[in-house]
């Protein structure tokens, strides 16, 4: 059976709710406060089997302009509306601010119904007729039937089932593939089943046993049953109005606004990247960072609207923006939403979700603005780009790339490998993807820092990669350095040393007296072996290090010379060895050695001793065992 929902919109006491029951024989009123004043205040439910088979979900929405936000959180997920003007009273304020929340929304099919018909002349009927038609002529309803009915006579149902048939054949199936879907409308709990949350199931499929993720909040739990209009089944599909029992979740966790979901297919947000529009008649323009009510699905939450094409958005006008709220929602690429003022509460506009999870933008920023019209407008391919592109040096792997961007899983993969073939993307390891723009930029990056660090250190042989990767920042994955690093080598851009890096030429190039004084260091160092001058007795012994000999030292040690123990020692590389070799045999014939025990393997004090052993620690060389030490992984391995 084919699923659609309607859902009605009209002003108050227009006749919604008697017209749903004249069709289905529900009364969609079930408040007790609703029956006592007359007017629906939350959202009714009903459905409808209209001639052909078709199913017709319907969702009763309240007229009042107190109730407007109940309004709109019972059009989420709607195929078509089923707009009423009473007769006796004509065209209402809130005919038209449901009218402008169905443009936002983008509703395209309905019928316009013109109750109460038994109230009225056929003179005044033909008036209102054709200010109805005045007023549908300038809003995406200007091909809807225009009806008279009446709910209590029954007059002209007959026609309108026919008119609602037609409708329905020409509403597409929503696709059940893919990650579900469903925003909340409604929870309450039922004895012996629990928590139970309604809605539209907007994409996807739900059943028995599944396990699903509550969002914003990221609570999981599992479908204890389902039902739809009423009736248990095993699945609900897309395009069904569905309750879904929960199991593992408190009635205070669940409410209206909130997403129930595939895990891991949807994330919540704080930013939102749109096309936003402000309606012809609003009373105002809206400027940037205006505070706002964003109503997305059946949430609501208050934003800053930065608009980043121009400071002001006029009545009938649209631009790019980023909304900034509030409170996290959940939400994807190509879902529409409306915005009313802060104060008062009209409906000022709305529009459609172009990234739903952006980074913060500056205004009349080109790169971003032709970035967010590629993503309105541009082909699968240009989407992915656009998604790898801004994933930035984090990278992006395939099956985050449709979460949330409207490009479904299996265009993903083949999208990428068009673009790896012009060379637009690459996949680093890892299924982790960056464009070639990114790949440039980190490059860009890494040798300024390399050009940087040896014009102020003229005696280090290049940069730490440590110091390197903080000035990339944490946003850039290590994946994404190791690749771009391989690539700079590669093409000798780079040299690459233990742990550091250099650019220009590999060699570092020393003044014949900084060389003389090398050799006269190094040789020093060399015949001292474990009882070498520390820092600060190189320094009085060889003036000519400057000020700073730790420096100078530190270039031996670039230069593969010496080996750095501690900030005040540095040993000969050739003393290093053969220390390692004196532990190696010892270990050889004995599980531990002491410190007075290496102090006279050495032949040195107990100044170097510990210095050497609390390195040989840290190099895995020796592991201590209080306050002895038995062989490290690299001797162990050594002698494995």
Not at 177 to 189: K, N
Request: proline share 5%.
């Amino acid at each position: 059976m084919k699923n659609i929902v309607l859902g009605t919109a009209g002003h108050i006491d227009h006749g919604k709710t008697v017209l749903i029951k004249a069709l289905t024989g529900v009364d969609t009123d079930r408040l007790k406060e609703e029956k006592e004043r007359g007017i629906s205040i939350d959202l009714g439910f009903a459905f409808l089997d209209l001639p052909s088979g078709v199913r017709a979900g319907i969702v009763d929405v309240p007229g009042h302009e107190r109730f407007i936000k109940n309004m709109l959180a019972g059009t989420c997920g709607i195929d078509a509306v089923l707009m009423v003007v009473a007769a006796n009273e004509g065209v209402m304020p809130q005919t038209r601010e449901h009218l402008s929340v169905i443009d936002m929304l983008n509703i395209e099919r309905g019928v316009i119904t013109v109750t109460k018909t038994d109230l009225v002349e056929k003179d005044w009927l033909d008036l209102v007729i054709a200010d109805v038609e005045t007023l549908k002529m300038t809003s995406v309803l200007k091909d809807a039937e225009i009806l008279p009915v009446s709910g209590t006579t029954g007059e002209g149902l007959d026609r309108l089932m026919e008119a609602l048939d037609r409708l329905a054949a020409g509403i597409p199936e929503r696709r059940s593939v893919g990650p579900g879907r469903l925003p909340v409308d409604r929870v309450f709990t039922v004895e012996g089943f629990g928590t139970v949350v309604t809605g539209t199931l907007w994409t996807g499929e739900v059943k028995e046993g599944d396990k699903v993720v509550l969002l914003p909040q990221g609570a999981e739990v599992r479908v204890r049953s389902v039902q739809v209009h009423s009736q248990s089944v095993p699945r609900a599909v897309a395009g069904q109005r569905t309750a879904v029992s929960l199991h593992g979740l408190g009635r205070v966790e669940a409410r209206r606004g909130d997403v129930l979901a595939t895990p891991g297919a949807f994330g919540s947000t704080l930013m939102l990247d749109v096309r936003m529009g402000v309606i012809p008649d609003a009373p105002r323009a809206v400027k940037t960072r205006s505070r706002l009510r964003l109503h997305l699905g059946s949430s609501e939450t208050l934003t800053r609207a930065v608009l980043l094409e121009d400071v002001v958005l006029p009545p009938g006008g649209s631009q790019l923006a980023q909304l900034r709220l509030e409170a996290p929602m959940v939400a994807a690429r190509g879902d529409r939403f409306v915005l009313r003022y802060y104060s008062p509460m009209r409906v000022v506009g709305g529009g459609v979700i172009l990234d739903p999870a952006p980074q913060k933008h500056r205004v009349r920023d080109a790169a971003v603005l032709e970035r967010l019209r590629v993503l309105e407008s541009g082909t699968p391919e240009d989407r992915v780009l656009g998604a790898v592109a801004a994933a930035g040096g984090r990278g992006i792997r395939s099956k985050d790339i449709a979460k949330g961007q409207g490009i479904e899983g299996d265009q993903v993969v083949p999208a990428l490998q068009a673009l790896a073939e012009e060379g637009k993307v690459l996949d680093i390891g890892r299924d982790l993807w960056v464009d070639r723009t990114t790949l440039d930029t980190v490059a860009g990056k890494i040798l300024a820092a390399c050009e940087e660090f040896s014009k102020k250190n003229p005696l280090r042989w290049g940069i730490p990669k440590e110091e390197l990767r903080s000035r990339l920042g944490k946003h850039t994955d290590a994946g994404v350095v190791a690749r771009v690093l391989g690539v700079l080598q590669e093409e000798k851009r780079i040299f690459q040393r233990a742990d550091r890096i250099r650019c220009g030429s590999e060699d570092l190039t020393l003044s014949p007296e900084k060389e003389a004084l090398r050799r006269r260091v190094v040789s020093l160092l060399k015949e001292s072996r474990f009882s070498p001058p520390l820092v600060g007795e190189i320094k009085e012994r060889f003036p000519a290090v400057g000020g700073k000999p730790s420096e100078f030292l530190e270039m031996l040690a670039d230069l593969g010379d010496l080996v750095k123990i501690s900030p005040t020692l540095y040993l000969h590389r050739d003393a290093v060895r053969e220390a390692v070799d004196l532990l190696s045999g010892f270990f050889d014939s004995n599980e531990r050695i002491s410190v007075p025990d290496f102090k006279t393997l050495l032949g040195t004090t107990r100044k170097y001793t510990i210095p050497i052993l609390e390195y040989f620690d840290a190099a895995g060389i020796t592991q201590r065992v209080g306050d002895a030490r038995a062989a490290g992984i690299k001797i162990r391995t050594t002698r494995s």
